[in-house]
């Protein structure tokens, strides 16, 4: 499977690609109060789209800046995926434009570094399939019938953690890997109907979701609520300073291009005949993605567990 993605890019590559025309075409993005949705906004902007942009407050800097920078063809407004009141008048206020709905960009998401016995409860995959699995479906599911009349498409943020389970964000993948298995089930079903979805699935990046201070201090939370006798199990305050720098860690090493996902997203958008997966990551971290990927899962979690980071800590600090 992975080879015939491989072989289809390249083919895709050497090919004349066409683009659809923005006029009067609308696009709805969620999350765009930080991070990739906040900057794409410019983009899709710049090419013409009247954008509606969902943020969590229209008040913010975050949503002055858009109003600054963008035509006045945006329109920013309140958008909380988890509420059905939110969306649904939204979808309204796209309705009732004069413009075709053409693509509905699912952005936004949450993250937390976290064990899977730490804190009270399952408060953390409750409040992560929230919005990144529930919220992601309630968006597309009342956008639907507009998105049949255009047929247009759904684009949907998946992850490379929808691929691999990584140690310390189990709630985080879970979530990925329902959405990708969310776009393939929405696009066998939409076929009929010439609307497309599209899942890009970003490795690392440095965006407000990887913000080191918000992380750290969500952790150190969740630390003081965890039981005493299961922090004691794990190694006590020792396994904690050392969760708190292999958080630093792979913050560290998060790639800062983000445009190389931004413009997968216009792509996803604009294309006339897109890919059904974009992978977003460095040339040279692709070929070791692939290599994880046909490894047996034994070896895998080698990779994606302490082994395989406490060796590369200890080359980084060598470096140093």
Same mark, same amino acid.
């Given at each position: 499977?992975? %080879?015939?993605?491989?072989?289809?890019?390249? +083919?895709?590559?050497?090919?004349?690609?066409?683009?659809?025309?923005?006029?009067?075409?609308? %696009?709805?993005?969620?999350?765009?109060?930080?991070?990739?949705?906040?900057?794409?906004?410019?983009?899709?902007?710049?090419? $013409?789209?009247?954008?509606?942009?969902?943020? +969590?407050?229209?008040?913010?800097?975050?949503?002055?800046? +858009? !109003?600054?920078?963008?035509?006045?063809?945006? =329109?920013?407004?309140?958008?909380?995926?988890?509420?059905?009141?939110?969306?649904?008048?939204?979808?309204?206020?796209?309705?009732?434009?004069?413009?075709?709905?053409?693509?509905?960009?699912?952005? *936004?998401?949450?993250?937390?570094?976290?064990?899977?016995?730490? $804190?009270?409860? @399952?408060?953390?995959?409750?409040?992560?399939? *929230?919005?990144? &699995?529930?919220?992601?479906?309630?968006?597309?599911?009342?956008?639907?019938?507009?998105?049949?009349?255009? $047929?247009?498409?759904?684009?949907?943020? *998946?992850?490379?953690? $929808?691929?691999?389970?990584?140690?310390?964000?189990?709630?985080?993948?879970?979530?990925?890997?329902? &959405?990708?298995?969310?776009?393939?089930?929405?696009?066998?079903?939409?076929? !009929?109907?010439?609307?497309?979805?599209?899942? @890009?699935?970003? /490795?690392?990046? =440095?965006?407000?979701? &990887?913000?080191?201070?918000?992380?750290? /201090?969500?952790?150190?939370?969740?630390?003081? =609520?965890?039981?005493?006798?299961i922090r004691e199990d794990y190694g006590g305050h020792r396994f904690h300073q050392q969760m708190? /720098?292999?958080?630093?860690?792979?913050?560290? @090493?998060? !790639?800062?291009?983000?445009?190389?996902?931004?413009? &997968?997203?216009?792509? *996803?958008?604009?294309?006339?005949?897109?890919?059904?997966?974009?992978?977003?990551?460095? @040339?040279?971290?692709?070929?070791?993605?692939? +290599?994880?990927?046909?490894?047996?899962?034994?070896?895998?979690?080698?990779?994606?567990?302490?082994?395989?980071?406490?060796?590369?800590?200890?080359?980084?600090?060598?470096?140093?």
């Open positions: 499977m992975h %080879i015939s993605w491989f072989l289809a890019h390249i +083919l895709r590559n050497y090919s004349q690609l066409e683009y659809i025309s923005p006029k009067n075409r609308a %696009i709805l993005i969620t999350g765009c109060d930080s991070g990739f949705g906040h900057h794409v906004v410019y983009q899709l902007d710049s090419y $013409g789209f009247h954008v509606f942009a969902g943020v +969590l407050s229209t008040d913010s800097q975050s949503s002055e800046r +858009l !109003r600054v920078k963008c035509s006045d063809r945006l =329109k920013i407004t309140k958008l909380d995926v988890t509420q059905e009141d939110d969306v649904k008048r939204v979808v309204k206020e796209i309705e009732e434009s004069s413009f075709d709905l053409w693509a509905v960009l699912n952005n *936004a998401g949450i993250a937390q570094y976290s064990l899977v016995e730490m $804190g009270p409860g @399952i408060d953390i995959f409750e409040k992560t399939f *929230a919005v990144n &699995v529930f919220g992601l479906v309630r968006v597309t599911k009342h956008c639907l019938p507009l998105l049949r009349k255009s $047929g247009g498409r759904v684009v949907n943020m *998946a992850s490379v953690a $929808g691929r691999f389970t990584f140690w310390g964000i189990t709630a985080y993948c879970m979530s990925k890997y329902a &959405v990708r298995a969310f776009s393939d089930g929405l696009r066998k079903e939409l076929s !009929r109907f010439g609307v497309k979805v599209v899942t @890009i699935e970003p /490795n690392m990046y =440095k965006t407000e979701i &990887v913000n080191l201070d918000t992380l750290s /201090n969500a952790l150190d939370q969740i630390w003081d =609520k965890t039981d005493p006798q708190r /720098n292999r958080l630093k860690y792979n913050v560290m @090493i998060s !790639r800062p291009q983000i445009h190389e996902v931004l413009d &997968v997203q216009q792509k *996803a958008i604009t294309l006339c005949e897109p890919d059904l997966y974009y992978r977003c990551a460095a @040339i040279t971290e692709k070929p070791s993605i692939w +290599l994880l990927s046909i490894l047996p899962e034994s070896a895998q979690d080698f990779f994606l567990t302490g082994k395989a980071w406490k060796t590369a800590l200890d080359f980084y600090k060598c470096k140093q």
